[in-house]
């Protein structure tokens, strides 16, 4: 199994700053694409961003947000700058990629973590 876990989260004022991480852990033998996504009361959850070779962000953080990775150490960040109050939601980590299953065999996996909150209030 491949797990993932956030951290990072909390309160901010509007126009603040926050740096969320994540970081895999498992039988990992290769990650395809990492990347985060975020649920706000009500709302369905939506793609913030993703890595692979390049990035890509939704159009509601693009210039705000950077997603970066660290390969060797399968950890992914994603630094949230000039946010807003709309921005406020619980931010999941996600990864798909290839696993060493406890059988012996190579098996796909599609990972998410448990979800941070981040707040954006005055």
């Known amino acids: 199994q491949v797990q993932l876990v956030e951290s990072g989260g909390g309160l901010v004022q509007p126009g603040g700053s926050l740096r969320l991480s994540c970081a895999a852990s498992?039988?990992?033998?290769?990650?395809?694409?990492m990347g985060w996504y975020r649920q706000a009361p009500g709302k369905q959850r939506e793609l913030v961003a993703t890595?692979?070779?390049?990035?890509n962000y939704a159009d509601s953080v693009k210039g705000r947000f950077t997603i970066s990775r660290d390969g060797p150490k399968k950890t992914v960040s994603l630094q949230m700058n000039s946010l807003k109050v709309e921005d406020t939601a619980v931010y999941y980590c996600?990864?798909?990629?290839?696993?060493?299953?406890?059988?012996?065999?190579?098996?796909?996996?599609?990972?998410w973590g448990q979800g941070t909150q981040v707040t954006v209030s005055s």
């Open positions: 890595i692979r070779s390049g990035t």
């Open positions: 996600n990864a798909n990629g290839v696993y060493r299953a406890t059988d012996g065999y190579s098996r796909p996996f599609d990972s």
């Open positions: 498992g039988s990992i033998l290769s990650i395809n694409i």
